[in-house]
């Protein structure tokens, strides 16, 4: 699993802690309208998430917004900045 993965998990853990009542995993799934077990399987790494799964997420819950990956902060997003490649010498 790669670590852009573990990033979207981590924020998309904390919307679901921040919702009130807090979201559970068969309440996203429920909501994302897929079978609950295919949802904590993606969460677990078991399974890859598709891109249709990744928009619907990223149309709940606001965390994926023009490309980049925004950090959900209860007192509002914030982009995180994708880091540049460094440049190879003599390029």
């Not at 295919?38 to 598709?50: C, D, H, L, R, T």
């Not at 209860?74 to 440049?87: C, F, I, L, N, S």
Request: aromatic residues 10%.
């Amino acid at each position: 699993m790669t670590q852009g993965m573990f990033k979207l998990k981590d924020n998309i853990r904390r919307w679901m802690a921040c919702k009130n009542p807090p979201w559970t995993a068969q309440r996203l799934a429920k909501e994302l309208d897929y079978d609950p077990s295919f949802v904590s399987e993606v969460f677990n790494g078991f399974k890859q998430p598709s891109w249709q799964l990744l928009r619907r997420l990223a149309d709940l819950t606001g965390l994926w917004d023009g490309g980049e990956l925004v950090h959900y902060d209860p007192d509002g997003p914030t982009r995180v900045e994708p880091k540049r490649r460094k440049a190879k010498k003599g390029a």
